[in-house]
């Protein structure tokens, strides 16, 4: 598989590279990552791998360093490039999907302890994607979404957070996410973690559709399926190539703020 990562530099990352750099390793893939307006650092990371033969597939993650932790701008990289490098050889050798997003994870929530002196942390999503199949893992509150040609928006993934804890005890999502500590992630890799098993979720579309990868620099403003569908489908409006998508989901998080680092990867699925 072809791999893309932040770039060479970014083991000490550099403001000329870091702070807004777009990847697109397949003419069906593309992902942006941008500082946003209010930080000084990009602390997000995405890596990105393609295969075109004999059948297309993917291995994308987004990581988002935690910005109270040190570091943790190596902590996304360090993520990301780990459970990429790890779910390309374990799928390679035969391992089943749920068993090889549970070892990459540990393999990256090792990376990422290791990655300094002082370890990190961060949080990790990471989707595969194969003959129109999808799986995806995550641990934190970077996300998932599939956006059907249906007009099917869904949420694959599940927050570690205490908004999300707060929605299953059965506080509306409005309210959760408004509520004190909504963000505080109640699982994250790297230090101080206890609890790095990822939660994996497993889909075979039915139609053609988007599959999206995001930090919380873009669901901040549009968190609900519905909301996120109709960003996403004016987006798609303006320019329907991949790079197109990501860059555009990324400029309109910062025209809502840019509050945060925002991240964005966006795959075509044919089915």
Known sequence: MQHLGPGPDDAAPQRSERAHYVRVPAHWIAGCSDTGLRHRTNQDAMCLATREQPTPAAVLAVADGVTTAPGAEIASVVAAETVVEELVGRIRSG?????????????????????REEPSACTLIAALVDNGAIAVGNVGDSRA????????????????????????????????????????????????????????????????????????????????????????????QQGPAPRQLAEGLVAWANAQGGKDNVTVVVARIEV
């Open 145 to 236: 979404y599939w956006l059907g040609d249906d007009g099917l928006c869904q949420l694959l993934s599940t927050d570690d957070s205490m908004a999300q804890a707060r929605m299953m005890l059965g506080m509306s999502r409005d309210d959760a996410e408004r509520s004190s500590q909504a963000h505080a992630i109640t699982k994250w890799l790297g230090r101080n973690s206890t609890n790095f098993l990822p939660s994996v979720i497993t889909m075979q579309p039915s139609t053609n559709g988007w599959l999206l990868l995001c930090s919380d620099g873009l669901w901040n403003y549009a968190s609900a399926p519905d909301a996120l569908w109709d960003v996403f489908t004016e987006q798609l």
């Open 95 to 115: 391992q089943a999907a749920n068993v090889a997003f549970v070892q990459a994870f540990a393999s990256a929530n090792q990376a990422v302890l290791e990655a």
